[in-house]
């Protein structure tokens, strides 16, 4: 009932999708797979040494050891090099050191993880490949690509893991090799994960919100509580300025005052500056729940509500009030005076 095994598969034709980490081999390429180990019958599969090539990518696992429904319970090291399904380089390695991990390397394409960070979205992770992690993930990456033509550099940090979940953590870098950026992360009893978010000129991640373009500038700071794939989220960021807001132009287009019209060419001219905005809303899977949107600057102020799903549909609602209407009914009042 024990089988030692030395293999080297040749695999044409075959399609291989990794999720965890966006590699996908198509059918019209050829790889290998070189595999040596053992295995018991109805028990764990040890695996010495695992290489994977195809064209120029490389995957290499050290002492991998996988339980019966294949979930890993041990590994000594990993090793990536390949390009993504998005055609960007990933290198990186994973060490064990009696009972941590060291996670380093020169590039990693982390787009998909921003997104999922910023959905409120934790299925995805990484960690649902063991069968029970209880490790400390200690962090050191020369680049990370956020997307949007953006990175992350310098990043350290560690990770907590108990029974497959990030206790707590933190995480520094630069963002484009100047800004700061700075993650914790936090997960209590009830199995409530806790985000919170601060990014020094967060353009880059504020692409990811579909109804807000052509941001510049700004201070983010971002609190999200999420459960079983549900999440309450807070986003707040200052001193900034918008170019283009596809859904606040089509609105102010219908308008025919001249306060509105102001505004509307400044938003398809040189930007609308804001002084704060702050968002209070839920998401799911599917869509997101826009409980509160309050936003205010010297040319426009805005309170709103609606939802958005997701690649579908924005439908919002509230008030705009432009700076001079403002200013005229305020200066009105007898008990206020000028301002």
């Known amino acids: 009932d024990k089988y030692d095994f030395e293999s080297s598969i040749n695999l044409k034709n075959n399609k291989i999708v990794i999720k965890e980490v966006d590699y996908n081999k198509n ?3 050829s790889s290998v797979i070189k595999l040596k180990g ?11 040494d695992i290489l994977y090539l195809e064209d120029k990518n ?19 090291a990993l090793e990536l090099n390949y390009l993504n399904k998005n055609k960007n380089l990933n290198s990186i390695k994973i060490l064990k050191n009696k009972k941590k991990y060291a996670l380093s390397g020169e590039n990693f394409d982390g787009e998909s993880l921003v997104k999922n960070l910023l959905d409120g979205n934790s299925n995805n992770s990484f960690l649902k490949v063991f069968k029970n992690l209880n490790s400390e993930i200690i962090i050191n990456l020369e680049k990370f690509n956020t997307g949007n033509q953006s990175n992350l550099s310098n990043i350290v940090g560690k990770l907590f893991v108990k029974n497959n979940i990030i206790e707590s953590g933190k995480i520094d870098a630069l963002l484009n090799e100047k800004n700061k950026f700075s993650l914790y992360l936090k997960t209590n009893s009830n199995n409530e994960k806790t985000t919170n978010l601060y990014i020094d000129k967060p353009e880059p991640f504020i692409k990811n919100y579909k109804f807000i373009k052509g941001f510049k500038g700004g201070l983010l700071s971002y609190r999200s509580i999420e459960k079983n794939g549900k999440s309450k989220s807070k986003l707040k ?20 005052l001249p306060s509105f019209q102001g505004i509307s060419d400044l938003l398809t001219g040189e930007g609308i500056s804001f002084d704060e905005f702050d968002m209070d809303y839920e998401s799911d899977r599917k869509n997101i729940k826009i409980n ?13 509500n609606g939802y958005i799903e997701k690649n579908k549909l924005t439908s919002l609602r509230g008030t705009l009030v432009p700076a001079t209407g403002l200013n005229k009914f305020i200066s009105s009042l007898p008990l206020l ?3």
């Open 27 to 29: 059918t019209n390429s």
């Open 38 to 48: 053992n295995y018991i019958k109805n028990k764990d599969i040890k695996i010495e």
């Open 58 to 76: 490389r995957i290499a696992i050290s002492n991998l050891q996988l339980s019966k429904n294949f979930k890993i319970k041990d590994i000594d």
């Open 237 to 256: 960021i200052s001193d900034f300025k918008i170019k283009d807001m596809p859904a606040l132009a089509k609105l102010l287009s219908l308008v025919s």
């Open 292 to 304: 509160e949107m309050y936003s205010i600057g010297p040319s426009i102020s805005i309170l709103m």
């Open 337 to 339: 005076g000028d301002i």
